[in-house]
DNA sequence: CAGCGTATGTCAGACTACTGACATGGAGCA
DNA sequence: TGCTCCATGTCAGTAGTCTGACATACGCTG
């Protein structure tokens, strides 16, 4: 019993963070991309060559999980990895110029969802509570 | 491309959700509920005599989803649904007082939890967050 | 050099949540 | 009254994610 589940800050979180998973979603649907799939492009399009495990990591799921979603962006041709590690077992991933191309389709249709969602706030307020929030983040993420 | 996935608040708020989900995970694992088992309890201590489809929406999963959820908690004795209905199809749920013991135990974990990922955070800082992001929400989830 | 610990990729199984569909009960209206 | 529309509860099938497990490759250390 938190008095009431609007003052927790939690429930307002998931309340955006369901608010943001509906919008990309929608915003991806035409891409035919989903949001986790969406995720390991725009990662691999900041940090070209990470590896399956890395790319779970940031994207917070399992590396099980996201070996499906590269084997399914590979067979589509958005991305490649190498047969043979070229040190320890890691398979750099790279994106090929379709994966390019439909990543830059996805962020600019992701970024205008999120900036439809967080409208009623202005950039000083969004930037605040950006900065605010990365002191809650633990750093072995954000490395 | 964003410029910077980390100046992307969109982003900051699936690390912190992800963190937070993590957090509560582990300290309703002693008391063998999940996140959204417990958000069924906690909803219903707030606002009793809910229905499935009131619960699903409010802790943002299917009705579907909320049905297993209600079966599993009935199951254990911690809610109670009548057997008919009073007014149309909806079937108001109650905790059973078992469910009100487990829902205090459990809400004193999530909030123990939840305290501890926003330390870093002064009550003013999380109070201006909640406030600003409770904005961001359609008003047809507060209502 | 041999052994240990760690990290990675991958396979298999279980579980969870979702989409699609159907029947039922009420409210609103011609 | 009879009809439509909407909301609810529930069933079945599907897709996604997780946990557990195993083999492999590297770094460190005795």
Known sequence: MVGD???SLGYVLKQVHAALRTAMDEALRPLDLTVPQYACLELLGQHPGLSNSELARRAFVTRQSMNLVLRRLQERGLL?????S???RALPT???QD???TLRKASIAV???EKQLFSPLSQEQQRRIREDLA???PSSVTD
Chains 1, 2 share one sequence.
């Open 99 to 101: 994966g390019l191309t």
């Open 86 to 88: 070229p040190h320890g």
């Open 135 to 137: 002191t809650c983040v």
């Open 80 to 84: 490649t990895r190498p047969d043979e």
């Open 5 to 7: 589940l609007e003052l």
């Open 94 to 96: 790279q994106l090929t």
């Open 111 to 113: 970024r205008t969802a």
